[in-house]
């Protein structure tokens, strides 16, 4: 099930790789969801006041949308860091999907703790990889989700 969190996460990423807005569309196919479903979950987000979707042109996040962006994707590589660098989780990336929904602010800061997050956390995650670049794996040995 994808959660307000993803959404957010998602629309952030596009926008950052393409530097505007991010189509609908677009964020459907991310999520693998119908384009129904992505506006639908859109217009509860801009109704919350995290994002602004302008038709033809996309969605945008608001500063707030943004903030919890960002805190969505930190929580995503805490969850892939400990995956990998802890428990050697070889398909990581399906089980940090299926973990992201769930895992709650305070289980984060405690796999925080265990997996020493660098700095640079959440600008070290790379979308073209759909993985965070601190992890002690080769990026090519699963190929991304889209």
Not at 42 to 54: D, M, P, T
């Amino acid at each position: 099930m994808n959660t307000a969190d993803q959404y957010l996460k998602t629309i952030y990423l596009i926008q950052q790789q393409d530097n505007s807005p991010a189509a609908t569309g677009r964020v459907a196919d991310r999520l693998d969801v119908s384009p129904a479903s992505a506006n639908e979950m859109i217009g509860k987000l801009e109704a919350r006041g995290l994002a602004e979707h302008e038709k033809y042109k996309g969605v945008s996040l608001t500063d707030e949308g943004i903030v919890r962006a960002r805190d969505a994707l930190q929580t995503y590589c805490i969850i892939e860091r400990f995956l990998v660098n802890v428990l050697g989780v070889e398909e990581f990336r399906a089980e940090a999907r299926e973990l992201e929904s769930v895992i709650d602010g305070t289980v984060a800061e405690r796999l925080d703790t265990i997996i020493d997050r660098k700095p640079e956390c959440p600008d070290c995650f790379d979308p073209e990889q759909d993985a965070c670049a601190c992890l002690d794996v080769a990026l090519v040995d699963e190929p991304p989700a889209d």
